[in-house]
């Protein structure tokens, strides 16, 4: 079992910063690959970027170049840094752990970006 817990969301203006954490506790050396996803209203949900236990990285065409997805094994922690938000950014924002095989979902944290 993994348990994942997602801070950092809020609102923030068009064009400014916020840096998201996903916490993650129990079988966490069982965990292969983590990312975030995101849902907006109406929308389904998708993934925007993702990091394996490799440290290789991938991200959506729409925030390459604005987000950075990282992670500090020695904190467990994984992080998205997101500049230059836009209002298409807006959603809720959900870490992911793939670990063998089988898929963890947080509970997702909001983010807004609007003026």
């Known amino acids: 079992q993994v348990q994942l817990v997602e801070s950092g969301g809020g609102l923030v203006q068009p064009g400014g910063s916020l840096r998201l954490s996903c916490a993650a506790s129990?079988?966490?050396?069982?965990?292969?690959?983590m990312g975030w996803y995101r849902q907006a209203p109406g929308k389904q949900r998708e993934l925007v970027c993702g990091?394996?236990?490799?440290?290789?990285?991938d991200y959506a065409s729409s925030v390459k170049g604005r987000f950075t997805i990282s992670r500090d094994n020695a904190k467990n922690t994984m992080y998205l840094q997101m500049n230059s938000l836009k209002p298409d950014d807006t959603g809720v924002y959900y870490c992911?752990?793939?670990?063998?095989?089988?898929?963890?979902w947080g509970q997702g944290t909001q983010v807004t970006v609007s003026s």
């Open positions: 992911y752990a793939d670990a063998l095989g089988r898929a963890y």
């Open positions: 990091i394996s236990s490799s440290g290789s990285t």
């Open positions: 129990g079988n966490i050396f069982s965990i292969y690959f």
